[in-house]
């Protein structure tokens, strides 16, 4: 089943969407990790009449990402559950934005706003009467990606000195501080050798 799909093949009971997604159909952004294989979308749509349809589904697959503790590269699962409006829209086509609710008028006046082109900027355009779920992939997909990924929840992360995994093992500039080492590291407490004895006091 294409990702484009025209309302018209849509029944009133809805229509059931599984498909394959190819990555570079996604194409994230660097930072937000690399996909892997295959993703899963699986989800239905509705379309109450010509003009609106909401679509609700799944999309699962693989992902790496690089631990920003360690620095290393690791693969994880992802599950993405999401809903999405769409309107054909008579405004210039732009994908929704909800800073730009936020936005004011001259001289700091919140601008009258039009209640029904605020409830457009909320939705995803419809072109023709079809829908493209191709944006509204990708953009839940980067959603749902850590802010701060890590490949394990303990991640030691990298030695702040050598810049050794601290996850294979504790490096020499981590070692742990002796007994006698810590004699040496004050040295009130040693015992000087070959110090001269006192004299007797005599009586």
């Excluded at 996909?35 to 349809?53: K, T």
């Excluded at 679509?55 to 693989?62: A, K, S």
């Excluded at 990924?149 to 992360?157: F, I, R, Y």
């Amino acid at each position: 089943m294409p990702l484009l799909i025209n309302l018209v093949d849509v029944p009133a009971e809805g229509l059931t969407i599984e498909c394959d997604v190819q990555p570079s159909d996604i194409a994230l952004p660097p930072d937000d990790g690399e996909i892997i294989g295959l993703l899963s979308c699986v989800g239905q749509i509705f379309s109450p009449d010509e003009r609106l349809a909401h679509f609700q589904g799944t999309l699962t697959g693989r992902v790496a990402r690089e631990c920003v503790r360690c620095l290393t590269i690791f693969e994880e699962d992802f599950q993405v559950s999401f809903d999405a409006d769409f309107c054909q829209s008579t405004q210039p086509i732009a994908l929704p934005d909800s800073s730009r609710k936020k936005k004011k008028g001259s001289r700091g006046q919140v601008p009258v706003v039009d209640e029904e082109h605020e409830k457009e900027d909320d939705m995803y355009p419809m072109i023709d009467h079809q829908v493209d779920l191709l944006p509204v992939l990708r953009e839940n997909l980067i959603l749902a990606t850590p802010l701060h990924p890590v490949c394990q929840e303990n991640c030691a992360g990298l030695c702040q000195v050598c810049g050794a995994n601290l996850n294979e093992g504790i490096c020499g500039c981590c070692s742990p501080v002796t007994a006698s080492s810590s004699l040496i590291a004050d040295p009130g407490s040693v015992v000087k050798k070959n110090a001269p004895k006192p004299s007797p006091r005599l009586a």
